[in-house]
């Protein structure tokens, strides 16, 4: 009988670890999605760094909903890659750092 409540258990822990890790990489890869497309709109005129870039052209190019994208920038701004005003997004230098050595390789193209 133990055997089948600890088998039991660690099924459960499995299942919830691997939705754990799902869940987790499609919020990064939107979290990337959303820095690359804002580094290509920042970086049209020069550097990429305290260019604003409005909100919701941001999301039209992103295709994410409204509620996600509201959380991803708030989570980025909180980890200081970006800085979020009412309607304004602008990349830190620190962000800048960040996509070009965590984004930047996986977006480019061979």
């Not at 920042?42 to 260019?51: C, E, I, L």
């Not at 909100?55 to 890659?81: P, T, W, Y």
């Amino acid at each position: 009988m133990r055997v089948l409540m600890i088998g039991a258990l660690a099924i459960i822990t499995l299942v919830i670890l691997i939705g754990i890790i799902i869940y987790d990489h499609k919020v990064l890869a939107k979290r990337k999605l959303i820095l690359h497309h804002l580094w290509r709109i920042a970086s049209t005129t020069g550097d990429p760094v305290g260019m604003p870039v409005r909100k919701i052209k941001l999301m039209e190019v992103c295709h994410i909903d409204a509620i996600q994208f509201s959380s991803l920038i708030r989570k980025l701004s909180n980890e200081g890659i970006i800085h979020s005003a009412q309607d304004v997004i602008n990349l830190t230098d620190y962000g800048k750092q960040h996509y070009e050595f965590k984004v930047k390789p996986e977006y480019i193209i061979n």
